[in-house]
């Protein structure tokens, strides 16, 4: 954790010393000396200074400019195409919808500035001359891999409810825990959430689900994660009363999550596959049986997706892959075909890995892996290679084909070609003009 750790790129360090130059402060600061420190590569980078916005304006007066936030003290530099986020030091005022501050007031001392960010490892500001400037033990709490609130963290959550969600998630993108105060006042605080609109609860969680540590954050922190997604938190302690499952809805979930790549679409899937089995479950004298479980997910997948303002084409992707997680699919030619009618072949690919996950989450005894979920996506590969007909587009007979036989536009058209599709698909027709035209006519004429 030492200085010679940091490289800042030339666009950054060009920034400093313009400011310097023009007898201003300025640091690096914030999460890109977190990741420099933790060798990783920042996304960006974020400059703090004693400059008021309108100097900082008049520094950079030949570059492009944008006044991101100029407000509360925040400009947006672009050096060479590189953003760089300048902000002036400041004190926060007080906050009155548990998200941001009435007012700011500027002030000409980095340790102010400093000290009203939220988590000590986001604290940190550097300099190439004047090293790393840590007031709050944000280097300790890296190398301990804690996540520390600055100051009382309670005080810290009820100026921003947004902070016990990024708590959370940077425990689980850096695979980090949280001290024991901060822990407490997350669980705490967590109705603040409601307060939050639902996009930036989407964008901490999705983070939150691909971090390294999400299961076991997932299983902590339930309670949180069910202040906005109370669907899965039903699941807790939900004993399936099966012998094809050694665990309960949520740890069964938990443990095919530990199986998954880190890709948002898999992990939300993954996620979803069996939300619908607390409201689904009967028992007889053979067990627990959760009969119509995969329909009432793909409801309740619709609506927590809606609910968090996902757009509309990852909901129905989504709605796809839990409607499909639990049927049997086959590898046959024809089958596949099909499929790739209905998702991208990438989607397939996640179905694939959501259905090996869930099986390996089952009962040690049926987690043999059935043989399709290898041989699909070479089929894929196949169809795609041989770049066989999969629609109307690529069907070799169009709609003018048909009107030149005298087969009128309409619906009847529309019901022709899509037979024609089919039995092509189905290898019951070659892809070829002539022998499409002649089975065309043969329908018009019954």
Same mark, same amino acid.
């Given at each position: ?190 109705? %603040?959430?409601?307060?939050? !609109?639902? +996009?930036? #609860? ?7 689900? &691909?971090? *390294?540590? @999400? ?123 099909? %499929?790739?009618?209905?998702? !991208?072949? +990438?989607? #397939? ?7 090996? &996950?869930? *099986?390996? @989450? ?85």
């Amino acid at each position: 954790m030492e200085e010679r750790s940091i490289v800042l790129p030339r666009q950054v360090a060009l920034a400093l010393e313009r400011m310097e130059q023009h007898g201003f402060e300025a640091f690096a600061v914030g999460g890109c000396v977190r990741d420099s420190l933790l060798g990783r590569a920042p996304n960006d980078w974020d400059i703090t200074t004693n400059a008021r916005p309108q100097e900082i304006l008049q520094c950079f007066a030949d570059h492009r400019v944008i006044e991101t936030g100029i407000r509360h003290g925040t400009v947006t530099v672009l050096l060479d195409s590189m953003p760089l986020e300048m902000t002036t030091y400041r004190n926060d005022g007080e906050y009155l919808d548990n998200r941001h501050p009435v007012q700011v007031t500027f002030s000409d001392r980095l340790e102010d500035d400093l000290s009203r960010r939220d988590f000590t490892v986001n604290a940190m500001a550097y300099h190439p001359q004047k090293g790393i400037v840590d007031l709050f033990g944000g280097r300790e709490d890296l190398a301990a891999g804690v996540i520390r609130c600055v100051g009382d963290a309670q005080t810290r959550f009820e100026e921003d409810g947004l902070r016990i969600l990024r708590a959370i998630r940077f425990a689980s993108v850096l695979n980090f825990s949280l001290d024991s105060q901060t822990a407490a006042a997350v669980h705490t605080c967590r109705g %603040l959430l409601s307060n939050i !609109a639902a +996009e930036r #609860i989407r964008e901490e969680f999705c983070k939150l689900l &691909c971090g *390294r540590g @999400a299961v076991p954050i997932l299983r902590e922190y339930i309670d949180v994660i069910g202040e906005f997604l109370p669907e899965l938190q039903r699941a807790v302690g939900f004993d399936q009363n099966t012998k094809y499952h050694c665990y309960d809805v949520f740890e069964h979930t938990l443990c095919a999550l530990s199986l998954c790549s880190p890709d948002l679409v898999t992990r939300l899937a993954v996620l979803l596959h069996d939300i619908g089995k607390p409201l689904c479950y009967t028992e007889d004298e053979n067990g627990g049986h959760f009969k119509g479980h995969v329909q009432v997910g793909v409801e309740l997948t619709d609506q927590i997706l809606h609910r968090l303002k996902f757009d509309h084409a990852t909901v129905e992707r989504l709605k796809l892959q839990v409607e499909l997680h639990d049927l049997p699919i086959s590898a046959d030619k024809r089958a596949v075909k099909r %499929l790739m009618r209905r998702m !991208a072949d +990438e989607d #397939i690919l996640r179905l694939m890995e959501v259905k090996k &996950c869930d *099986r390996l @989450a089952h009962a040690e005894f049926f987690r043999t892996l059935p043989p399709e979920l290898e041989q699909i996506p070479a089929v894929v590969h196949q169809i795609r290679a041989d770049d066989e007909c999969l629609s109307l587009k690529t069907l070799q007979i169009k709609g003018g084909d048909l009107m030149a036989i005298g087969i009128p536009a309409g619906k009847r058209m529309g019901e022709i070609l899509q037979v024609l599709l089919e039995d092509v698909m189905d290898e019951k027709l070659p892809n070829e003009k002539s022998a499409l035209l002649q089975a065309a006519q043969q329908m018009m004429n019954q």
